[in-house]
Nanobody, 116 residues
């Protein structure tokens, strides 16, 4: 069974930066997209960023220009560099891996809190 493990969450002041990392417990064949989603209390889960196997990216409107997603297929990992963080970025961030077969794996999530 594949596990995705996120790290890098925590408390940061507004305007600060954090880097989230997600690594799979073993190599996974047939990965199509890797991505990050977030869910704030009382809100629906939303897309933060995804990256496909050719390196094309897609970002949620609220994070465009501030967040950068990258992946390392050799390590089966995906990172999210978050800059200029805002209080409204507070959420649980989960990474995901989607295979070409459309099977998806999810991490347990890591908390990001932006507060002074």
């Amino acid at each position: 069974q594949v596990q995705l493990v996120e790290s890098g969450g925590g408390l940061v002041q507004p305007g600060g930066s954090l880097t989230l990392s997600c690594a799979a417990s073993r190599s996974i064949l047939g990965i199509d997209t890797m991505g990050w989603y977030r869910q704030a209390p009382g809100k629906q889960r939303e897309l933060v960023a995804i990256i496909n196997r050719s390196g094309s990216t897609n970002y949620g409107d609220s994070v465009k220009g501030r967040f950068t997603i990258s992946r390392d297929d050799a390590k089966t990992s995906v990172d999210l560099q978050m800059n200029s963080l805002k209080p409204e970025d507070k959420a649980v961030y989960c990474c995901s891996v989607t295979l070409s077969s459309h099977r998806m794996y999810w991490g347990q999530g890591t908390q990001v809190t932006v507060s002074s």
